[in-house]
């Protein structure tokens, strides 16, 4: 059973530069599987909301999908030697204060792979991230 970790979590100033990490276990990349990965977030007393995904196919190139508001600012990646996700905060901005959750799926089409949160059965516990102003 896959099992998500976030960490990195912080508070950063607007303008500044933030990492967090989702340690994926459970699972392990290799050929001929597809696995669908994402970060969502849920800032204070609002709905939980997608932010970023990304589809893995061996054999193909992996495709991201990013919600409008983090477009140009925020960078997912992955690490298949450290079975890590990754999101690059970059010029983050207060209104991105939330707690930050990986979401991942094994399988799957490329065309689900977005931010539908009910498409993910694994779920990491959250990591929070602060901007302040």
């Known amino acids: 059973q896959m099992q998500l970790v976030e960490s990195g979590g912080g508070t950063v100033q607007a303008g500044g530069s933030l990492r967090v990490s989702c340690a994926v276990s459970g699972w392990t990349y290799s050929t001929n599987h597809a696995i669908c990965m994402a970060w969502f977030r849920q800032p204070p007393g609002k709905e939980r909301e997608g932010v970023s995904s990304i589809y893995t196919y061996y054999g193909g190139k992996d495709v991201t999908w990013y919600n409008d508001s983090v477009s140009g600012r925020f960078t997912i990646s992955q690490d298949h030697t450290k079975n890590t996700l990754y999101l690059q905060l970059d010029n983050p901005k207060p209104e991105d204060t939330a707690m930050y959750y990986c979401?991942?799926?094994?399988?799957?089409?490329?065309?689900?792979?977005?931010?539908?949160?009910?498409?993910?059965?694994?779920w990491g516990q959250g990591t929070r991230v602060t901007v302040s102003s």
């Open positions: 979401a991942a799926r094994e399988g799957g089409a490329r065309y689900q792979c977005f931010g539908d949160a009910g498409f993910y059965p694994a």
